[in-house]
């Protein structure tokens, strides 16, 4: 059974950082497609953060040279950097895994997902 666990979120003011992590068990773990998406109240699921098995990162533009994202193959785990947060990062934040060899920015490609961890910014 494959369990995804997310860790790290928190209050903090605009302009601070948070380091979030993610671990997965039940499956290799470097091997798989891993993403980081958040979703804010009303707002669709997006994608923050992904990384393909051969270690090809995506990060799109609204979170680009804030956000990084990278992984410990030992540690079968999974973070993401947060830096100079800010009010519109507010969101619950999940990360996701998948098996298949590829990487997909959408949501509804991923099987396996954690029960998300709360990220609030204040300003």
């Known amino acids: 059974q494959v369990q995804v666990s997310e860790s790290g979120g928190g209050s903090v003011q605009a302009g601070e950082g948070l380091n979030l992590s993610c671990t997965v068990s039940?499956?290799?773990?470097?091997?798989?497609?891993l993403g980081w998406f958040r979703q804010a109240p009303g707002q669709k699921r997006e994608v923050v953060a992904c990384?393909?098995?051969?270690?090809?990162?995506y990060i799109p533009d609204y979170v680009k040279g804030r956000f990084t994202i990278s992984q410990d193959n030992a540690k079968n785990t999974l973070y993401l950097q947060m830096n100079s947060l800010k009010p519109e990062d507010t969101a619950l934040y999940y990360c996701a895994a998948d098996s298949r060899l590829s990487l997909s920015l959408e949501p509804d490609w991923y099987n396996y997902w954690g029960q998300g961890t709360q990220v609030t910014v204040s300003s």
């Open positions: 039940g499956v290799a773990f470097e091997n798989c497609a």
């Open positions: 990384i393909s098995r051969s270690a090809d990162t």
